[in-house]
């Protein structure tokens, strides 16, 4: 079963998930480094279902991409939510349980390959979309939260074959660079 974004729909939450996301919503727009502390206890305390989590997880996302500034602080609250939102269990028989980093990688790979299938015109803001995907993405991996071969798969496929690649690609590519080229070189010579 799908664990990302498109898997949760507001009609499929009870009142209570959706009391709860709507003070989640709070929560969210007033977060800023300076009260994150207190605001993320908040914020992790109110995910107490898996419709929750998968809610939490998209307004989490969509906030990284409408306030691209504060990126990082949500990829800060995302490595926060990961160690204290417990795993809920499987919606089907069989299926894989719900962790918040299981439905948060979910989410990432579904909006980066959405927004970087759009091409700026097909989607509203495609172009600021892929650019706010792939900063979240490179911000996650500096807070721990993702694994460096997910941004070396997301700069592989904006690259493509190194020949064709869009101009709205290559900046995608500078943004992940500019964010965490520095963490990426580490990792390199780490492995040398």
């Known amino acids: 079963a799908d664990q990302g974004r498109v898997a949760w729909a507001p009609a499929?939450?009870?009142?209570g998930d959706g009391a709860a996301l709507k003070a989640l919503t709070g929560?969210?727009?007033?977060?800023?480094?300076?009260?994150?502390?207190?605001?993320a206890e908040q914020a992790a305390a109110l995910v107490t279902s898996a419709a929750v989590l998968r809610g939490a997880i998209s307004l989490l996302f969509e906030n990284a991409i409408a306030q691209p500034t504060f990126a990082a602080t949500y990829a800060?609250?995302?490595?926060?939510?990961?160690?204290?939102?417990?795993?809920?269990?499987?919606?089907?028989?069989g299926g894989k349980p719900a962790s918040f980093r299981r439905v948060l990688l979910n989410t990432c790979q579904e909006e980066f390959e959405?927004?970087?299938?759009?091409d700026g015109t097909s989607r509203a803001g495609g172009k600021a979309r892929t650019l706010g995907a792939?900063?979240?993405?490179?911000?996650?991996?500096?807070?721990?939260?993702v694994a460096e071969r997910v941004v070396h798969a997301c700069v592989s496929d904006l690259l493509g074959d190194g020949v064709s690649a869009s101009?709205?690609?290559?900046?995608?590519?500078?943004?992940?660079?500019?964010?965490?080229?520095?963490?990426?070189?580490?990792?390199?010579?780490?492995?040398?």
């Open 76 to 93: 800060d609250l995302c490595a926060f939510m990961a160690a204290r939102v417990p795993e809920f269990p499987a919606d089907a028989p």
């Open 134 to 145: 792939v900063r979240l993405i490179a911000e996650l991996f500096k807070a721990g939260v």
């Open 12 to 15: 499929a939450a009870s009142a």
């Open 167 to 192: 101009h709205d690609a290559l900046e995608a590519v500078c943004e992940v660079l500019t964010v965490c080229g520095k963490r990426l070189d580490e990792g390199d010579a780490r492995a040398r």
């Open 114 to 118: 959405a927004a970087t299938a759009a």
């Open 27 to 39: 929560v969210l727009n007033k977060l800023t480094p300076e009260k994150f502390d207190r605001l």
